[in-house]
């Protein structure tokens, strides 16, 4: 009897772990050679998310006209729009290619904007988008 609880309970973890995982949602996002974010079928890119969810940003990036020292092309930061100041674990640069990045949402509702962080070309101030944390 013991051991048969014990073997529903381990099923129970397993099963719980595969859900979990499950719930992660995928974010495709373009960091383009024009120097904008860009989302397929969306014509002014915006990414709207609950608070606190799991998500998997998959995010493709090609070379603008210039990249940094260490072969970044673009960066992907995420900022309170209220004051701009950065949301921890949201600061990435993009090389070439195709990267993931897991990451949970923020817990506080509202507006935040992603910003590129490398000078990516003379448009690199126009490389941003709305990030929405629905309440």
Sequence with gaps: MRKTRLAVGLLLVVWA????????RTIEVLAD???????????????????GEPLLLRITAHKAQSMSRDGSIHGFTLLHASDRSRVPGWDFTLKPGVQEFHVTAPSQPGEYVVVCTVICSDDHEGMNMKFVVEP
């Design 33 to 51: 050679k024009d120097s904008r974010y860009k989302i397929a079928g969306e014509k002014t890119p915006e990414i709207t998310v609950k608070p």
């Design 17 to 24: 772990a595969q859900f979990a995982v499950a719930q992660v």
